[in-house]
């Protein structure tokens, strides 16, 4: 009891520093004078109001947190403020049911950018920069929760990653060692989202649009301003900017951290998901291009190598942005892309999908079996670079990803009974569990998930809700192993 | 050299055991007065002489088989049977493309049953009786391939399913024990075969149809000699037995042996496989019964269930006949019968797919990794009822698995790039893979392969061999390392 009054106090002190983020939509309101100003500063109240509250209650409960607290926290985090977030949403547009309100911040808190909302190019700028400030900072949690959280939790595998994370691991405290390394991390991703901004106004984006881009492309959220998405600008120039920076988001910040600090490109190069994750990417997007030139899709080589980089990219990356709707294109292109979704980004970075690493270790492992097959009394352990992987992390990367495609079938499963087409309710799972945001069919790019029914888009929050957080990291908590004392 | 050589000779002696089998459609074919008696008479000769010729050749090259050499010696042994077994259909059939001819004994032998085949009922009964003593045989050499061969190869942590099996193992010689287990095996599945043929004989089938329909149950290959199936009897009765033959012939056949032995059900409660396998089963036929009835696609309960029944056991059982097109069914029915299909059947039945065992190590997997989230130093071994699984198979099964799941992906691609729809070519990869038989859309229950282009059929036959050898079978062959010596 003790344990959960703790955590009631540390959510509460999120929520107070929660509330701060109001001030940037306040600010685009009074800016634009789009009247909304007053909503944002009435759920900042609302919020920090609700944050105060539950720490003063709580306030005597103070306790260091232990790595079995995290999953609580994390599950609390995303599902709490996803929650708060929706006030402005529905106080505005009051046509909004709680449902969709709910899927739109949670899909902008995970940074999948799935929407259920049409009318974007209408919306007041104040709230439009609200769902892209949702992208960002559901970026930079996920930074945090990938580098920092998730590797002491030893969810799938990923005491792996925790190479370069500083200091002791174990069941330590988890507070100092969390806060240094969300310092570091934090700071490049303010960095090269200002970059993002400057290169997209330079391209001729407005500010507001430079501003809420750049802050859907770095938490790779995908959100956009517009209804046609990217597409809108129909730019070369910002399609080309846009694809250097979701390059760049979907690699590991910590990379990013190091190469910043040694100012020198070396830490790519021994970064192990780097090669393949571009090799991947290119050798993809000249590959698809191809296949829709030779499918007469598109006239020239050029424009099928620019329409395919751009929506592969976005896809591939989880980032969700489209330049036109692939869903027309011959299905095995977006088929291909939401494949690569699935496997793509890289650990630490703020895409999705069970990330490049663990897709390593099981070719890798695949390899392997087959070798030992051959060579029967040979003992090979299994590495990635120079680094051994033991096999209870072999282990447990693989029961983490038959756990996540057990959930995708169940899930599709869901979606199929509730009488949505087999290819919409296979893509909308994939591409909210991989947080990459539009699937095909009924979710489409030219379309949104608002047409489908309350029980359908829970269905979908719950989807990216789980594949954000790992799914371990929530099922553990159904677990009675996990509340016993 | 001299190791393919001695392979060679043990295919010539395999090829002139085949050509016995012969016998039977050429006895039918002077019986019913059919006129095909002859091509059977040229095509046992032709594969006799072969298979002598082959034998004679290489008959110096006597050498104890390696567990290493069972690799070729299977893939030979179903991709060159096949061969042969073409011979009756393209001489008689004269429109049949190899290609088809191919895909029909593949998928006789690897007993998928799928067919490019349409006018079944108007065929000779020795060309119908020769496809279904195909599903026959090949059932006879996955319960081979199943309890002797590939536990001795260790593909996909076959390894810990050699328990029942007496004698030494590691990398001793092949030929005596799987000879003793093959004969005791043999015997089990001639016996319950008998049982099925008077069992649907006194059901009100011809002998023609009762044998041929045998033949397929417990080969678990699903051919008919009906178009429309089973649909053709439209008998509870006859559906009934089938359920129950089905049911029996997806269960490990060393258990059916060692039952018959101690006449006692006393071994059915001990295989840790079985009831799992059948609660799944009883509680499926249950549920979509339940789905189809309040969809409102069966007017009675009682009739839902008859239908849902029959197609699901067969469908999950990878057998393959169908009643009714279940096609039209909602779709969550078929999705989830095709979903049992990939891991319903048990280890050393005639059924395809990742088998039960697999299933059951995945799923404690997980509950294991769950538990080692909450409890990071405990050592907990997994262990299936009694049974510990040591680490090093549970990375083999995953590792496995891994490879079945990504064969459906690249398999499903390709078949999308060649332009078939997604439902068409993911059911039709599922149902191949899985050797199940009918998928959905243009290869559903209703239809057949019959409309894919050559293409697509040889992307399908491709999939049903991988699936029943176990993929890895396949793919060592394709590296470096087993060719060195
Ligand atoms: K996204
Ligand atoms: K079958």
């Not at 920090?48 to 720490?55: N, R």
């Not at 990938?146 to 990923?158: D, E, K, S």
């Not at 945001?437 to 990216?464: E, H, I, K, R």
Request: charged share 10%; hydrophobic share 50%.
């Amino acid at each position: 009891m003790t344990r959960l009054l703790s955590l009631a106090r540390v959510f509460g002190l999120m929520l107070m520093v929660f509330s701060i983020t109001y001030l940037l939509p306040i600010l685009t309101s009074l800016l634009f004078g789009d009247g909304t100003a007053g909503l944002f500063v009435a759920d900042m109240c609302f919020t920090l109001g609700a944050g105060a509250l539950l720490w003063f209650a709580t306030r005597r409960f103070v306790r260091d947190l232990k790595a079995k607290d995290g999953f609580l926290l994390v599950v609390l985090a995303w599902t709490g403020m996803a929650a708060f977030a929706t006030i402005p949403l529905v106080s505005y547009l009051e046509s909004l049911s709680f449902t969709d309100a709910y899927f739109e911040t949670m899909s902008g808190l995970t940074t999948t950018g799935a929407t259920t909302l049409s009318g974007l190019d209408q919306l007041p700028p104040a709230i439009n920069l609200w769902r892209h400030e949702l992208n960002w900072l559901g970026g930079m949690g996920i930074i945090v929760l990938a580098v920092a959280i998730l590797p002491v939790l030893g969810v799938g595998g990923r005491q792996l990653f925790m190479a370069e994370t500083p200091g002791p691991m174990k069941d330590s405290k988890l507070t100092p060692r969390i806060t240094e390394t969300a310092k570091n991390l934090w700071l490049v991703y303010g960095t090269i989202t200002a970059l993002c901004i400057l290169a997209l106004k330079a391209a001729g984006m407005s500010w507001l649009d430079a501003v809420c881009h750049a802050f859907a492309t770095m938490g790779l959220g995908g959100f956009s301003t517009h209804d046609a998405s990217v597409g809108y600008f129909n730019s070369p120039a910002i399609e080309g900017i846009l694809i250097v920076f979701m390059l760049l988001a979907g690699m590991n910040f910590a990379t990013h951290f190091q190469a910043l600090r040694s100012k020198s490109l070396e830490p790519y190069r021994q970064d192990i998901e780097a090669m393949p994750y571009l090799v991947l990417m290119i050798g993809s997007c000249l590959g698809i291009a191809l296949y829709l030139w030779l499918q007469g899709t598109y006239a020239s080589y050029w424009s099928a190598l620019r329409h395919a980089s751009f929506n592969l990219v976005s896809i591939a990356t989880d980032c969700g942005f489209s330049s036109t709707d692939f869903n027309q294109w011959p299905i095995f292109a977006p088929l291909w892309m939401l494949f690569l979704s699935c496997i793509c980004s890289c650990t630490g970075s703020t895409g999705g999908g069970i990330k490049m690493m663990r897709t390593m270790i099981l070719v890798k492992q695949s390899e392997l079996q087959m070798f030992l097959l051959t060579h029967p009394t040979s003992v090979n352990p299994l590495k990635l670079g120079t680094l051994v992987v033991p096999s209870n992390i072999m282990l447990s990367v693989l029961g983490f990803i038959f756990v996540y495609f057990m959930s995708i079938v169940i899930l599709t499963l869901l979606l199929v009974m509730s009488g949505l087409d087999f290819v919409s309710a296979f893509s909308a799972i994939l591409a909210c569990i991989n947080n990459a945001g539009p699937g095909l069919g009924q979710v489409g790019p030219a379309t949104n998930y608002g047409s489908l029914t309350d029980f359908q888009v829970w269905t979908c929050t719950l989807a990216m809700f789980l594949g954000r957080i790992e799914v371990f990291t929530a099922l553990i908590l159904l677990t009675p192993a996990y509340w016993r004392k």
